[in-house]
Structure formats: C-alpha cells, structure tokens
C-alpha cells in the first residue's frame, strides 16, 4: 500500500477511526436548511462544513418524493440537507467509517429528520436498493481504485432516468473523473463550479 494512501486510510476512510473522540458542533445553513451538526475526530472535515459538500447540496435537483443515496456520507451534510428537501422521499445514508455512520444518525435525530436510513457499506457492497438520485462527494485521495467503482455501481443502483452527482476539486482529477462518468453514463455535465470545485453530474 502506498504511504500516502495508508495515511489517508487511517484518517476519514478509516473503518473504525482510532484517535480519540473529541466531539463538537457546527451550526450552518445550507440550502435553506438550518442544521446543527455533531462532528468527531476521524471524520471528512470536522471543523468546518466542507465546500464541496456545501456546494453538492445546494446545486442538485431534489424532487421531494426522490428516494436518494448520500453514498459516503461523512456526518451527514448532504444527506440530512437532500432528506430536509425531500420530506415525501426517503434517504439511505451509507458509509464506510463507523464513527461517521454514528454521527450522522445523531445528526439526524438533532434536526428532527425521520425520513432517513443509516448503513454501513464499503461502497455499494451492502446497498441493493434502486434510486432516484444518487450523490456523493468520494474520497479522492484514497484512489480511484476505490472511487471510480462508485460510478459503475451508481449506474447500476439508478432507475430509468435517474441521476448521478458528484463533486471533485478540479485539480485532482475533475478531468478524469468526468471522462469514467461519461464511459458509463454515456453523458456527463458540469452542474456547478466555484472555489476549486465541479459539480459532475449524469443521467441514467
């Protein structure tokens, strides 16, 4: 394993993060949706609401019937936003990082949301269910051999017509990752760019 991944494999992609808990809380508005956010150290951007994410929640279209996967959802950013503005849909909230998959439930709890599911998974390895919109914001510096097998599965995980969108820094691999979304999909666009970040998204 290459040192750098290692390192990052110990941080956020880390299935059971080892540092000690240090909780806190953020509070923000993203979309409209005021949330109060528990974070933890060994979690994706624990002191502050990651603009990627922030970016991802505010550009997506969301049907309010929309059954959606935050797929690696950290504490919850996008996820409990998208179920907040889909309030007749339903949201499956999947991670790999245990600590994450704790908070972002407590997370949910904290802002009154109830329709949302929590589960743990490597990927798409424990999710079989269809969807209508599919987000997620990948661990980039873990590899594409973990994160490009996120776009296969979301083809695979979509209904007719349903959406697939991302976000990535632009200077690592926006070009790339927009050329694997577009093999599969046979489409891909730039829903949103601002501060160093693509919204990528496609459709089924």
Known sequence: MMKGRSKVHQHYYSTDPKSLSKPQFLETIVRGVPLRLKTDTGVFSKDKIDKGSRLLAETVLVNRDDH????????????????????EGQVLLVDVNTRSLELAQENAKLNG??????????GFTAVEETFDLIVTN????AGKGVYYPFVDG???HLRSGGR????VQTKQGAKSFAQKIETVFGN???????GGYR??????
Request: proline fraction near 6%; charged fraction near 15%; include cysteine.
């Open 68 to 87: 959606i996967l935050d797929l690696g959802c950290g504490y919850g950013v996008i996820g409990l936003t998208l179920a907040a503005l889909a309030p």
């Open 138 to 141: 990948p661990p980039i510096r």
């Open 154 to 156: 979301a083809f695979d």
């Open 188 to 194: 891909v666009e730039t829903l949103a760019k601002s």
């Open 199 to 204: 919204i990528l998204l496609a459709i089924k």
């Open 113 to 122: 949301l109830t329709n949302v599911n929590f589960r743990f998974s490597d």
């Open 164 to 167: 697939f969108a991302a976000v």
